[in-house]
């Protein structure tokens, strides 16, 4: 694969979410409103400072891909929509075959 093709990045976008229902919810808006083409779920397990006491938390991943002109758009989206009082909102570029990032920038 020739990157230098490749002229639009593909971004994903990590958060967690309280549980399956939840996480569901926020994904099915962020598709709705046609920010996002897919999204993963993976059950995760998290400590974590809150509060001044270190906590263990079961919950949910959600893996988000986006295109670069959206990965603004869903961070804010995910911030006015989501459960927790300070949610992990990470994002970073990444690589994909030129197929799945054709597919990634046509939505």
């Given at each position: 694969?020739?990157?230098?093709?490749?002229?639009?990045?593909?971004?994903?976008?990590?958060?967690?979410?309280?549980?399956?229902?939840?996480?569901?919810k926020?994904?099915?808006?962020?598709?709705?409103?046609?920010?996002?083409?897919?999204?993963?779920?993976?059950?995760?397990?998290?400590?974590?400072?809150?509060?001044?006491?270190?906590?263990?938390?079961?919950?949910?991943?959600?893996?988000?891909?986006?295109?670069?002109?959206?990965?603004?758009?869903?961070?804010?989206?995910?911030?006015?929509?989501?459960?927790?009082?300070?949610?992990?909102?990470?994002?970073?570029?990444?690589?994909?075959?030129?197929?799945?990032h054709?597919?990634?920038?046509?939505i």
């Amino acid at each position: 694969m020739n990157l230098s093709e490749l002229n639009q990045e593909i971004y994903i976008v990590l958060t967690t979410e309280i549980d399956k229902e939840t996480a569901c919810k926020l994904a099915y808006l962020l598709l709705k409103e046609k920010l996002i083409p897919c999204v993963t779920f993976e059950n995760v397990e998290s400590y974590f400072w809150w509060k001044g006491n270190i906590n263990q938390s079961k919950e949910v991943q959600l893996r988000i891909k986006c295109k670069k002109e959206n990965v603004n758009k869903v961070c804010n989206k995910i911030a006015e929509w989501h459960s927790y009082e300070v949610p992990e909102i990470i994002y970073f570029p990444v690589s994909a075959n030129k197929n799945y990032h054709h597919w990634v920038n046509s939505i």
